[in-house]
């Protein structure tokens, strides 16, 4: 049986790191590509990383790369390719330059990888799997966005270090877009079973879902040279699995929703049925009014950001 072939176009921080934790969990074989002007790089860090197998005991192939040929008929491709946040700026200020950058890429996965589901980590996220949904013309099944698993993982985080306890008994979901926005969902989040609200005040509660929405930006803070990058990569790499194993995983993904949560032909934060055909499922939850108020504010902000992004692209 042929492994799985998953390419990370971008070979920076978060797609060198999501690169090596899908090989250390040999999830396929791999291919990392950056643009022609970061020459040898990919190459050296594929290279470092396969050095590191014998060691760390994984079979997977990393192959470096500046050539889409190489990626040609990847089962998923992961689009990392952008520019990073820096300090002071907003994910919302990376639009007009990723958006060009992940519409170059959409087209070469489009023409080399027509049959792989695409999973779009680029900043502003829900913006960037709209646009590579629209160039690619895939169907929005396999294009997917990560952020919820990244998004809930820092909320899960946050609750185990607030309340003393494992993180493996944390269980939450976060909705919506992923920035200031996203919606907590207090009566789904529980910790070895207990209700949330049960264990936390109203108030401690939102001070922790405050710091999970700006989760990323405590992150660039302080790193000052860049943005975060072993969360979001693990968070993508566990998208991978659901994906190559057929997993059926029940995980938050940017999806495409159109009559579903009445979004009406966008992409945002949901959880989903993540599979080898990409999105088997959009769940749909009745939500409760609280929950349904926030989940429309962050809707609006998303549909903004769409709008911003469609006009500098028709101007540019
Ligand atoms: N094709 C392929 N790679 C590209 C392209 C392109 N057209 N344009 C830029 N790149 C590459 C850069 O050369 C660089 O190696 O993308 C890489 C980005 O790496 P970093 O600058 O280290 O950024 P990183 O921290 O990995 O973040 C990448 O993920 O989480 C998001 O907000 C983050 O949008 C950002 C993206």
């Not at 999970?212 to 969360?231: F, N, P």
Request: some cysteine; charged content about 20%; hydrophobic content about 40%.
């Amino acid at each position: 049986m042929r492994r799985a072939k998953i390419s990370v176009i971008g070979a920076g921080n978060v797609g060198a790191t999501t690169a090596h934790w899908c090989a250390s969990n040999e999830l396929g074989d791999i291919v990392l590509l950056d643009i022609p002007a970061a020459e040898d790089m990919p190459k050296g860090k594929a290279l470092d990383l396969m050095q590191s197998s014998p060691i760390m005991g994984f079979d997977s192939s990393i192959q470096g790369t500046t050539d889409y040929a190489d990626t040609a008929n990847s089962d998923v491709v992961v689009i990392t390719a952008g520019i990073a946040r820096k300090p002071g700026m907003s994910r919302d200020d990376l639009l007009s330059t990723n958006a060009k950058i992940v519409s170059s890429v959409a087209e070469q996965v489009a023409a080399t990888s027509p049959d792989s589901v695409i999973i779009v980590v680029s900043n502003p996220l829900d913006a960037m799997v709209q646009q590579v949904q629209k160039v690619c013309g895939f169907p929005h099944r396999r294009v997917i966005g990560q952020a919820g698993v990244l998004d809930t993982a820092r909320y899960r985080t946050f609750l185990a270090m607030e309340l003393g306890v494992s993180v493996e008994d944390v269980s939450a979901l976060l909705m919506g877009g992923h920035g200031d926005t996203m919606v907590p969902m207090p009566s789904c989040t529980s910790i070895g079973g207990v209700p949330v609200t049960r264990l936390l005040s109203k108030e401690r509660l939102e001070e922790i879902v405050d710091r999970a929405r700006k989760g990323g930006a405590e992150i660039v803070g302080l790193l000052k040279t860049g943005s975060a990058y072993y969360a979001p990569a693990a968070a993508t790499a566990q998208m991978v699995e659901a994906i190559v194993k057929d997993k059926r995983r029940m995980i938050p993904c940017a999806a495409y929703c159109d009559s579903e949560y009445g979004v009406g032909g966008y992409y945002v934060g949901v959880p989903v049925v993540l599979g080898g055909n990409g999105v088997e499922k959009v769940v749909e939850l009745e939500l409760e009014p609280q929950e349904k108020a926030d989940f429309k504010n962050s809707v609006d902000a998303v549909q903004e950001l769409v709008a911003t992004m469609d006009q500098l692209m028709a101007s540019s």
